[in-house]
């Protein structure tokens, strides 16, 4: 038997929600008459108040939050921005904060957004454990990022990304694939690095990852992909955790000689429509952000009106097929 | 002499500003010799309580506001990173609005942050006369864009980065030389336009923009960049309004096998870290956004604490040395 649900009483009862909210929290003017219409249809299906009716009672403000570890990113600029989109057209408003990936930052800009009242928040951030998430009420859903189990996560296949990559590299010909990660252990973007060392153990090849945060100014990233060159002379391969990594490696790569794909190749993650359009001889795994987008959404809204959502929801990758990835005499 | 400033009377009266500015408005719970002081250091300085002592009052939220026309494009991006960077180490925090260019939106995004009771805003949207704007008592800064003649405005020198784009491609041997804008004819970037016609106009040359708004689908930016191919077969350069376009451009003509710089000469505008890094070999205009971002910070301070500021702020721009707008026979 399904659940039922405040939605039906309202319909036997042949009222509003929120009129049904109300008699059941008793509050605001109400006629005897639609009291005792309400009660009866109750009754009569046996309904049992929740939550739910609770929030219906609080001020809807139509704000949705979304919290970012930097905006100046391609990918989190295209998440953003089509997340807005899709809200707005509902009726949204969307406040956008940047946690520049710093837990404190996050809390602070977590405590700003939650004293704004806003309806729900969607999360792209990687910092976990923090306590305020866990506020009852709030609705969350979090895009490529691990908040608590109650949450939502709506990802790429990031270890079928990472492996898929890596494969790719291997059959072109390298042996010597640096990756490049966030240090953000909760981070799904983790799942790319563990796909990358299962095929390269897979094939006896050396694992080797370093840690390119995303919002690092950008001179302290060209010099950490330089060093990789300088530590690993013989490299004959990146895969790069996103494609700004991918595209700022490739100018590091020609500016100390090296060609692209004749002596380097390189597959990036993302795959964002700035990216595929900028660079396209970039070969990078393609995350489906539109759909994506679209879900979460959904979910939010499955959230805010107290259904229950499954806890992992998890994209194919695809293939930008560019000529950075393959060997061409 | 010095106007005599709120500071001053509390300096003297040895209390803080805000127990000045409840005395003069006589709130707050206050004891009688710290009113007796206070009075004394006013009638001293000759002290006129202005419009500052007011906002002392009002309830602060450290919150700023900043809307922008999109934030998927890498200058907008990196313009609202660095401006929320800048505002958070002075003890702000920050919320993004994203207005697509569509000044319904914007009105509903500007009453948004107003009713968040945010305490500045910083302004890098196209539309203008929108009554909200007017609004008193609201510190308001711009960038790039003009909102109205109280406002400040931060900007590029648009219309010398317009010239020189042109007066280089000419030099280097381009005649047909087309140039991509935006349709708000109340944006600074239509000096860029107006440099490069008179630059065209100086050299007896037929000037030819082409409109590309920022918000529109990537399709359609693609589309309206084959067309300039199609109804201009014998293009030689582009000076694009935005590096988005440029690169953009980029991609069009080489699809359509047209070899850059040898057929096509480009060079863009706007010069973000992120194209400086992936594209270096576009030719193009840069903004100074760092120093841009300060000023405006500053600004907005200065505004919040009730000081006068300049109506326009013109920043110097440089030009990135790539390749793609000089022929490499």
């Known amino acids: 038997m399904p659940t039922i649900k405040l939605e039906d009483v309202a319909k036997l009862a042949g009222v509003s929600k929120t009129t049904v909210s109300r008699v059941l929290n008793h509050r605001g003017y109400l006629s005897q008459a639609t009291i005792d219409k309400v009660n009866s249809a109750i009754n009569e299906l046996g309904y ?16 949705i939050g979304i919290l970012l570890p930097t905006i100046s990113d391609p990918f989190f600029g295209e998440l953003a921005s089509l997340l807005e989109k899709k809200l707005y057209k509902k009726g949204y408003k969307v406040i956008i904060g940047n946690s ?33 998430y866990k506020q009852k009420n709030l609705p969350i859903v979090a895009i490529d990022r691990i908040v608590n189990e109650d949450i939502p996560i709506i990802e790429s296949d990031n270890y079928d990304g ?8 291997i059959e072109n010909g390298a042996k010597r694939i640096i990756h ?11 799942k790319r690095r563990l796909g990358y060392e299962a095929v390269m153990e897979l094939n006896d090849l050396e694992s080797k990852t370093y840690i390119i ?21 013989n490299i004959d391969a990146i895969f790069a955790g996103n494609d700004t990594d991918a595209a700022y490696a490739m100018q590091v790569a020609q500016k ?26 970039l070969t990078t795994i393609v995350q489906p952000l539109d759909e994506m987008t679209e879900l979460a959404v959904d979910l939010l809204e499955s ?22 990835d393959k060997r061409t005499n």
């Open 303 to 324: 959230r805010m009106n107290g259904r229950d959502t499954r806890h992992e929801y998890i994209y194919p990758i695809t293939i930008w097929e560019g000529s950075t």
């Open 100 to 132: 520049t990936n710093d837990p404190d930052k996050e809390i602070d800009y977590l405590n700003q957004l939650l004293s704004k009242q806003v309806d729900g928040l969607i999360v792209g951030t990687h910092n976990q454990n923090i306590p305020e």
């Open 213 to 233: 945060d995303f919002d690092i100014p950008t001179t302290k990233k060209l010099n950490l992909l330089n060093q990789i060159f300088v530590e690993n002379p």
């Open 180 to 190: 490049t990660n966030v240090s953000q252990r909760e981070s799904p973007m983790q």
């Open 48 to 63: 049992h108040p929740n939550i739910v009716a609770r929030q219906l009672l609080k001020t809807k403000t139509n704000l």
């Open 162 to 169: 990472g492996k898929l990559a890596t494969e790719r590299l």
């Open 256 to 281: 100390r000689g090296i060609s692209i794909p004749k002596d380097l190749l390189i597959i990036g993650y993302d795959g964002t429509e700035l990216m595929r359009n900028v660079l396209p001889q």
